[in-house]
């Protein structure tokens, strides 16, 4: 068993208005050396799969499949993981 | 200049019907192995600060101030560098 912790947001190109408004809110509320924000999507997904490689696997076809739209998302796995080390 | 990526997730304890149904459509689609997925939201701020210390700090008062639910979520600052390391 594994646990994947990926990463979806916006191509660099393409604008993010709700890291624009978050960003004006932050400023709103005094900090104002925030300079940019650019949120996305934090998916945590624990895998049933012998290997690294098998659970890796799993994950990329997720992420090409449903989690990322690949027209406007770049995805990144940030941690592949034995599911029992997980705190998350 | 900074740049922090900070996940922002339901505590484990909290039910997570988004995680669910994103379980559920990935079993649909073949991947029967997905034992579980929890979804949450992933920030990336760029801070104009001129120590690490000092980026951190207003990352984390964004994070108590706005970006994290105190009562239901949980945040974590995944990577915090200077922001001409970053490709995202």
Redesign the interface.
């Known amino acids: ?1 594994f646990t994947a ?1 990926v ?3 916006l191509r ?1 190109s393409i604008l993010d208005p709700q890291g624009k408004a ?1 960003q004006h ?2 400023h709103e ?1 005094g ?1 104002g ?17 012998p290997t690294p490689e098998a659970a890796e696997a ?1 994950v990329r ?2 992420c090409d ?3 990322a739209n690949p027209v406007t998302e ?1 995805y ?1 796995i ?1 941690a592949l993981v034995p599911a029992e080390e997980t705190a ?1």
């Open positions: 068993m912790h990463r979806v947001t660099p978050v809110a932050l509320l900090m050396s925030v300079e940019s924000v650019r949120t996305g999507t934090f998916v945590e997904v624990r895998v049933d799969e799993v076809q997720a499949r449903l989690l770049d990144e940030l998350a």
